[in-house]
């Protein structure tokens, strides 16, 4: 595969890169380098982790990335997730593993870390609190919203303000060319990137994707998550496990995608803030390359699209009904998502574990 093909391929459905001179320089000196995506282990897996992330991981590894999956099961602890119960966050990093197999992640191209594995080594402790001390309290708190957390908290666990550091660390420890991550990442990653030119270290490069909506569209909570107003509702009106008729679970079934996407906002010729939407972009088009419309004929009959510029063009005229659009939205995502469910259907003892951990929250 040629460097051009390498870069489109890191590249495609990226919000922003950090910086493409780097990674286009990357690509041309080392023919594997190595990248990682980090995930706290806290509930069940959605389409934007799952699908988005999971797309972008398989894209990585097809340009010759030696890849990363790294299971943050000390950092979900920190952020009390799954209520802070370390038997069940492992629990749910072994789920992780089994769904990104089944959505197409050979574990055979890919390495799976615990931060547990870093954590025991005396060195790593050194690298937190160097970069602790380089960087000042406020900058720190500056970057809380990586925990999902607001920049103005009223009361706050002095454990929080390692975590910043620790993700930080976690890139320099594995020694990572580049970190990958969803755009409410980006703040630790800067971070990372600051330190690196303190202290001397090697700077990673960023790749960022986009925030997935949730189904019921933009979020009109006066939550602050980021200075940047646009960002700030990318962040709040993400795709959320907590909040399961907002999302689709990997392995929702074929009756519960439907009704959920049936439900879901999509206003008639808008683009912008369009979870249906954003799903044939940042999915469909990611994994299969088209999208079809099945209509009646009196409707205009069956159409279908090669690109994702030509669905937003006939969508912005007006001459695709916004039920027509779901249907075939959710007979896509369900063809997509066959395989997890019929991992599921053979193996169920992670998921089961995963949903009586659900019940118990």
Same mark, same amino acid.
């Given at each position: 595969?040629?460097?051009?093909?390498?870069?489109?391929?890191?590249?495609?459905?990226?919000?922003?890169?950090?910086?493409?001179?780097? &990674?286009?320089?990357?690509?041309?000196?080392?023919?594997?380098?190595?990248?990682?995506?980090?995930?706290?282990?806290?509930?069940?897996?959605?389409?934007?982790?799952?699908?988005?992330?999971?797309?972008?991981?398989?894209?990585?590894?097809?340009?010759?990335?030696?890849?990363?999956?790294?299971?943050?099961?000390?950092?979900?602890?920190?952020?009390?997730?799954?209520?802070?119960?370390?038997?069940? &966050?492992?629990?749910?990093?072994?789920?992780?593993?089994?769904?990104?197999?089944?959505?197409?992640?050979?574990?055979?191209?890919?390495?799976?870390?615990?931060?547990?594995?870093?954590?025991?080594?005396?060195?790593?402790?050194?690298?937190?609190?160097?970069?602790?001390?380089?960087?000042?309290?406020?900058?720190?708190?500056?970057?809380?919203?990586?925990?999902?957390?607001?920049?103005?908290?009223?009361?706050?666990?002095?454990?929080?303000?390692?975590?910043?550091?620790?993700?930080?660390?976690?890139?320099?420890?594995?020694?990572?060319?580049?970190?990958?991550?969803?755009?409410?990442?980006?703040?630790?990653?800067?971070?990372?990137?600051?330190?690196?030119?303190?202290?001397?270290?090697?700077?990673?490069?960023?790749?960022?994707?986009?925030?997935?909506?949730?189904?019921?569209?933009?979020?009109?909570?006066?939550?602050?998550?980021?200075?940047?107003?646009?960002?700030?509702?990318?962040?709040?009106?993400?795709?959320?496990?907590?909040?399961?008729?907002?999302?689709?679970?990997?392995?929702?079934?074929?009756?519960?995608?439907?009704?959920?996407?049936?439900?879901?906002?999509?206003?008639?010729?808008?683009?912008?803030?369009?979870?249906?939407?954003?799903?044939?972009?940042?999915?469909?088009?990611?994994?299969?390359?088209?999208?079809?419309?099945?209509?009646?004929?009196?409707?205009?009959?069956?159409?279908?699209?090669?690109?994702?510029?030509?669905?937003?063009?006939?969508?912005?005229?007006?001459?695709?009904?916004?039920?027509?659009?779901?249907?075939?939205?959710?007979?896509?995502?369900?063809? &997509?998502?066959?395989?997890?469910?019929?991992?599921?259907?053979?193996?169920?003892?992670?998921?089961?574990?995963?949903?009586?951990?659900?019940?118990?929250?």
């Amino acid at each position: 595969m040629d460097k051009s093909e390498r870069l489109r391929l890191v590249l495609r459905n990226v919000e922003e890169t950090v910086t493409k001179s780097e &990674i286009e320089r990357l690509l041309e000196e080392n023919p594997h380098p190595r990248a990682y995506w980090g995930f706290e282990c806290s509930g069940l897996m959605h389409i934007g982790m799952g699908l988005v992330c999971g797309s972008k991981i398989k894209d990585m590894i097809k340009a010759g990335f030696e890849f990363i999956i790294y299971l943050a099961d000390w950092h979900s602890w920190i952020n009390n997730k799954l209520g802070g119960d370390m038997e069940k &966050i492992r629990i749910c990093g072994e789920y992780f593993k089994e769904c990104f197999t089944a959505l197409g992640v050979d574990p055979s191209k890919v390495k799976y870390v615990w931060a547990s594995d870093l954590v025991g080594d005396e060195g790593y402790w050194e690298k937190v609190i160097k970069i602790a001390k380089s960087v000042s309290l406020q900058r720190v708190w500056r970057a809380l919203p990586i925990m999902g957390r607001e920049m103005n908290p009223s009361d706050i666990e002095a454990a929080w303000i390692y975590y910043p550091c620790m993700q930080s660390a976690d890139i320099f420890h594995m020694e990572l060319d580049v970190a990958c991550a969803g755009m409410d990442q980006r703040k630790a990653h800067m971070l990372a990137r600051d330190v690196a030119e303190k202290l001397g270290w090697r700077k990673p490069s960023c790749i960022h994707t986009h925030l997935l909506l949730g189904l019921q569209g933009p979020s009109k909570s006066e939550k602050r998550f980021d200075e940047d107003a646009k960002l700030n509702v990318q962040i709040s009106s993400k795709m959320s496990k907590s909040l399961p008729e907002n999302c689709i679970f990997v392995h929702d079934s074929p009756e519960d995608i439907e009704r959920k996407i049936r439900n879901a906002y999509c206003p008639p010729r808008q683009v912008e803030g369009n979870p249906i939407l954003e799903i044939a972009k940042y999915i469909i088009f990611a994994e299969e390359g088209k999208l079809t419309v099945d209509r009646p004929e009196k409707y205009g009959g069956k159409i279908s699209f090669n690109s994702f510029s030509e669905l937003e063009t006939v969508y912005l005229k007006g001459d695709l009904h916004p039920l027509d659009l779901k249907l075939a939205v959710a007979k896509s995502i369900t063809e &997509i998502l066959k395989p997890v469910r019929e991992h599921f259907s053979k193996h169920p003892e992670r998921l089961e574990e995963m949903m009586k951990i659900e019940v118990t929250r």
